[in-house]
């Protein structure tokens, strides 16, 4: 589990962890995270609707373990890295749900408020 503690915090280094329902302002050029957990048993996954690429583009998308693989049911936390580029607001919404059910069989709903200054 060391070696994945440091690809976590390797991913994470230089950038800024964002909440949901929380407004943040970031400069131009700033990397930021969105750390979401998942449990790959269940099948449920967060899902990015569309967004604004003409302000920021996603980097990476990485999922860490958070317990060792034999355990039944194991949570996941996967990090989504943007860089912002372009002065403006933009809002980013995730949602869990099952790939094959649809967006409108969502669960839980995310909603990230950014202002780019």
Known sequence: MIFLCEKYLK????????????????KVGED???????????????????YDRDLISLISKKSFDLAPIHILGRKH???????????GKITL????????EGI????EKLIYYITII
């Open 93 to 100: 919404q995730f949602n869990l749900y099952r790939s094959w």
């Open 77 to 87: 936390i996967v990090i989504w890295k943007f860089r912002s580029f372009y002065y």
């Open 32 to 50: 930021f995270v969105i750390e979401l957990k998942e449990n790959h048993f269940s099948s449920f996954r967060w899902h990015l609707s569309n």
């Open 104 to 107: 409108n069989s969502s669960v």
């Open 11 to 26: 991913e994470k280094k230089g950038t800024i962890s964002i909440l949901p329902f929380i407004p943040y302002y970031l």
